[in-house]
């Protein structure tokens, strides 16, 4: 009888022990499955970040990503420090655009309060946090789209190069729904992954920036010249629009550099250049060609619409004390029409010609 019992309970053990496995084998089957998953949606994000074009794009896309691995979140938000020093919204789901009109300071964020930015945390309730620290305005705001209605947030700071550059906000609304530990091991997991897109795409974007742009004014280089006037002549063929194409040339540039040294003319390059983006729109697209030679594509526009911007240009540049030396240029433009059937290089050649024209003109006329 007792080795019966013995039996019985060596089988209940057994028994107990094979159903253990089971389980723990289908957990960590489901685990392992979980954390490929991840790793799939990584490289998705990894891959989509590559092919982004802005960095708002990719706000958007870690965004997203973070939405997804997170399933519990209802919407959420990320914010990035701008150069006032203040969190401002770069992307947002399920929130109005009017949050976009919304920025924070630093020490008005529950990160800021709660541990500096240091780690991952759960926002219990960020309305009570919200209606004590954050400023009136934005808070009106936040109330009117109905942005307070919130009963947690994940919080997490995002660092490039240990710079803390942004936060990340995943929210839930429903009162059943809460984050917990498990959530933000799973941030924490991919928390890396995300900063490592971001970084990579900012190195990236620097680069084609560097290769587009002019070290010196910011401006487009001519290689950037060769790829837009090619587009924009496409554009007006196809759109049926006018648009013009000046040159300018600043007036005795080799007499400032002779007379005052090259830094006083790299900087007078750089005023011209800041002023020349100052007075004209943002789908004028500007370039510097070479040395004190520079090209705007006046997209869009008459040649009448031209003239005065190139002119208010020249009355902004008049009685400026920023150099020992006034700076002052000409210029020539020419039309580019969608039945013109001239290149690229041949538009260039006769706005050439008309600056040089104009020039000699205003120096007999001095």
């Known amino acids: 009888m007792v080795r019966d019992y013995l039996l019985m309970i060596c089988i209940f053990i057994l028994t107990t022990m094979l159903l253990l496995q089971r389980l723990m084998f289908k957990n960590l089957k489901r685990y392992s499955e979980g954390i490929q998953d991840i790793k799939n949606k990584i490289f998705n994000l990894g891959e989509s970040v590559s092919k982004a074009e802005s960095k708002d794009d990719v706000y958007f896309l870690i965004l997203d990503y973070a ?55 759960i926002i219990n ?25 919130i009963e947690a947030t994940l919080s997490s700071p995002i660092y490039i190069d240990e710079k803390l550059i942004g936060i990340l906000n995943l929210d839930v609304n429903n009162k059943e729904k809460y984050f ?21 795409f900012m190195i990236q974007d620097k680069l084609k920036y560097m290769a587009s742009h002019d070290e010196l004014t910011q401006l487009y280089n001519r290689r950037s010249f060769n790829h837009m006037v090619e587009k924009e002549m496409m554009d007006i063929r196809e759109k049926r629009y006018v648009s013009c194409l000046a040159l300018l040339d600043i007036d005795d540039f080799k007499y400032i550099n ?45 040649l009448k619409d031209s003239k005065g911007i190139l002119e208010n240009l020249r009355e902004s540049l008049i009685g400026l004390e920023l150099l020992p030396c006034s700076i002052s240029f000409s210029y020539g433009i020419e039309v580019i029409h969608p039945e013109g059937g001239v290149s690229s290089e041949k538009i260039l050649k006769m706005a050439d010609n008309n600056m040089y024209f104009n020039k000699r003109l205003r ?3 001095v």
Do not use: W
């Not at 997170?70 to 990035?80: F, N, P, Q, T, Y």
């Not at 005023?271 to 520079?294: A, H, N, P, V, W």
């Open 67 to 121: 939405l997804r691995i997170v399933e519990k979140a209802d919407r959420g938000s990320i914010l990035i420090i701008e150069e006032d020093d203040k969190f401002h919204f770069k992307a947002v789901r399920g929130f109005s655009n009017e949050i976009y009109n919304v920025k924070f300071e630093k020490q008005d964020t529950f990160l800021y309060r709660c541990n500096r930015f240091k780690d991952i945390t």
């Open 125 to 149: 309730n960020p309305f009570d946090f919200n209606s004590k620290f954050v400023k009136r305005k934005s808070l009106e705001i936040l109330s009117e789209i109905g942005a307070m209605n």
């Open 180 to 200: 917990n530990e498990e959530d933000v091991k799973t941030i924490r997991y991919v928390k890396h992954e995300m900063e490592l897109a971001l970084k990579n």
């Open 258 to 302: 002779d007379n005052y040294g090259h830094g006083i003319g790299d900087r007078a390059l750089r005023i011209f250049s800041e002023k020349l983006i100052e007075t004209t729109t943002e789908k004028d697209k500007c370039f510097r060609m070479s040395g004190d030679e520079f090209v705007v594509i006046f997209s869009n526009k008459s």
């Open 363 to 365: 120096k007999v006329k």
